[in-house]
Every structure is written in structure tokens, then in C-alpha cells.
């Protein structure tokens, strides 16, 4: 079969593509924004890319079109393809119907760390030889790709709760019918689609509807929002972590503990810092439990977990300056980044680098709270500009001189050099390519 993906360089849509291609299928596909690290692994696959959405792509004649979430009516391409009544599907359902049919799926969903905890997850599947089929909307270091079809019926996926396609729009992860799935957190985000929290829950409680008597939810206690998705009904068994009659995190850092309710205690090491990755790890190894590894078996395969690409990755060092590279972009996710960082560096001086890409940012949902979720960052500079809905200079206005604001790219690089000095620590956030301000930075401090 013959299928041109599009919107291929999204992180999921670029992972259906290289599952697609180990399974032997013809692939190629499309996008506007072609950018690292997901257009170097399909460019290493040898499937072939097409900047823009020219509605000549239909004269290559595929056997279906799979067309990502990114891609909306009035699309040219896509206004062909329905014009012509050519065979086309979003990506969940192609994945649904052609990977992940009859296997043993575990889905990691909440709003953050899916990406850490889905590559945790199959870490600790690989470490036990389970040997799974994995879709990450990132790269895995131990892997050193998104996606792979595995060979065993476990199949993990980061189940997202945004939504299928222009003609489908359920949360994602409603395709996966998982019979394990982590229910790690849940707060208000993608306020393009959803109106509110309560709107979120919904989808998540659909979720939670269609998975099998005999599956396991393992939802976070903590987070009340969780608490009422089950609370609406749950049919599967469910397991509480971070709650006192569950499985709690004891010991945060390099020394991971974890405590359970029959009086288990169990450590391992991990590498990644902050709270929020031993939550992370917490909640992997209890799903890696219901798919049969022994808790100490996937706490101890930990030590070997190398991280994800974008998920406070150190790029690189000049001029005594570290660069790092991170994801993230809600409020809550910037300050447990900043926090974990802190907690490496100690009193050296952070500065927080941030574009405010998402359509949840750009919409200024969550403005309000960017001064609170970057206040341990010595200073702050951000891009503003026209694509933004609102003063990034009034949003930052409560950090005083801790702030700044350009309206490119190039115009805050000129800021960031006159600022920098050694022994700084660089972290830069943001959910796109951000000019590849990461790269331009190292090159002018050298």
C-alpha cells in the first residue's frame, strides 16, 4: 500500500510514518514546517518529503491519504482530496486498524510528562525482553527513534487528548482502545478546542469508557480533576499512585524511591531530576507491572534510561555558557522544567529562554501565570511579536527587570549575547523549531 501522510513532521504523524514503513508500506508526505529531529529520522528512513500542500501531490496517486490533525479545511491539498472523493483517514484510525489490532496496548495520557513516561514505559518493556511496539511524540535516546513496530503484543503509544482530524473530533487516544493506560494528570490546555476543564474530562472519561473489564487505569491521586473523570464511572480496575492508600513517591533524585500500600519499598536510579520525572517513573513501572515486570525489575532498568530528545537536553556548551533544550510551553510544565534544573545547577544563574508557540499560549490563556511559572529563572527573555494575541511586555511586567521581550528572533539573540556570561545556564522552551535559536546561540558564543 501506497500512503502520503499529511502533516508527516508532526511528532505522532511522523511516528505512523516510520511504522508504516517497517511494515513494509510505501510512504511518503507533506508539510508546511520541516524542522528537527522528526525530518532528520524520516529523511534516515528514506521517505520522502514535500514542502507545502500543493494540491499536484494527488498526481502521486496513493492508495489512501492520511491526513494529521495539523491540517484543516481549506487546505489545498486536502480541498483536492475531498473535490476528487479520493480514500482518505486520520492517523489514530490508520494506526488503530493497522498496528495496533489485536495487541496488548498501554496508553500514557495526561496533559503533562507523556512523553517522558511513554519512553520510560517501553524502556522498561525493552529491559524485560518483552521487546514492544512503541509511538512517542519524541525520541527516546535508547531507542534513538519515535516509533517501531516491535515484536511482542505489548504495544505502548503517548495517547494525546487533542483532537483526531478535521472530520473527527474526538481526543486521539479514543482510537487506541488501550488495556493498560496512566492517567497521569489532567489540567486545562488546547484552549482552541476545549472550552474548558470540564470539557477535557469529558474526553478523558471517554477513555476510560471503552477499556476492557479485565484493564488496568493507573491514575494519579493527586490530581483532583482525575478523581471526577473516575468518579463518573470506571469499569477496569483501577490503581491509585501518589495517594496515601497507593503507591507514593519516598525519595526524589538520582536515590528514586517508592513506597506501595502492602508495605513495598523499592529504589533505583534515575538520571532525569525533578519531582515530576519520579512521578513519571512511578507511574511507568506500575504499568509495567500490569504487563507482568517485576517493580524492582523496572526501578532498577531505570539506571540505563538515557532520557528524550527536547526533554532538558543539554545541546551544548561555548564560551562556559550550557544551552539546554526542553518542550516545554504550559505554565506548569515551564516550571517543573525550571525547577528540575535548579535542582542540577544549584546557585548557578538560569536563564529562561521561552516562545509561546502553542495555540493555547498564543490565544494568552495562560498568560497570567507565565510570571509565577518562570519566577526561579534569574532572568527571562521571550518572543513576542505579531503572532502573539497579546503584550508579552504587560505579561512579564510582575518580573521587573528579570524580563525581556523582542519581537524576533535574531533581534533576541542580540539580547541574549550582551547578557550572557560564564557559568550561565541556558534553557530554552518552546513546543517548535524557535528559528533554531539553539543552534545560532552556541555559534555566537563561540
Known sequence: M?????????????????????????????????????????????????????????????????????????????????????PYV???????????????????????????????????????GLKPGFLIGGVAQNFGVSARLGDSPF????????????????????????????????EFDHADIFADLAAIETQFHHLVRIMPGQGRIIANGGEQSLRRVIARGAW?????????SGWQVAGVGQALRAR??????????????????????????????HAGVRPEHAFESLQHFQGIRRRLERVGDAGGVTVYDDFAHHPTAIAETLGALRSEVGAARIVAVIEPRSNTMKLGVMKARLPEALGSADLTFCLGGDTLGWDAHEALAPLGERARVASSVDALLDMLIAELRSGDQVLVMSNGGFGGIHRKLLARLR
Request: with cysteine; hydrophobic share 40%; net charge negative.
Open 90 to 128: 486520520s492517523g489514530p484510525q490508520w494506526l488503530a486498524e493497522h498496528v495496533l489490532a489485536g495487541r496488548w496496548v498501554l496508553a500514557v495520557a495526561g496533559t503533562h510528562g507523556k512523553t517522558t513516561t511513554t519512553s520510560m514505559l517501553s524502556w522498561m518493556l525493552e529491559d524485560a
Open 2 to 86: 501506497h500512503i502520503h501522510i499529511l502533516g508527516i513532521c508532526g511528532t505522532f504523524m511522523g511516528g505512523v510514518a516510520a511504522l508504516a514503513r517497517e511494515a513494509g508500506h510505501q510512504v511518503s508526505g507533506c508539510d508546511a514546517n520541516v524542522y528537527p529531529p522528526m525530518s532528520t529520522q524520516l529523511e534516515q528512513l528514506g521517505i520522502g518529503l514535500i514542502e507545502g500542500y500543493d494540491p499536484a501531490q494527488t498526481q502521486l496517486a496513493p492508495d489512501l491519504f492520511v491526513v494529521g490533525n495539523a491540517v484543516s479545511r481549506g487546505n489545498p491539498l486536502l480541498e483536492e482530496i475531498l473535490n476528487r472523493g479520493l
Open 260 to 289: 506501595g500500600p502492602a508495605g513495598e519499598d523499592i529504589g533505583g536510579h534515575l538520571a532525569m531530576p525533578g519531582r515530576h520525572n519520579a512521578g513519571n517513573a512511578l507511574a511507568a513501572m506500575l504499568a509495567a507491572r
Open 155 to 186: 504495544f505502548v503509544i503517548e495517547a494525546d487528548e487533542y483532537d483526531t482530524a478535521f472530520c473527527d473530533k474526538r481526543s486521539k487516544f479514543v482510537h487506541y482502545r488501550p488495556r493498560t493506560a496512566i492517567l497521569n494528570n489532567l
Open 236 to 244: 477496569s480496575e483501577v490503581e491509585w499512585f501518589n495517594d496515601p
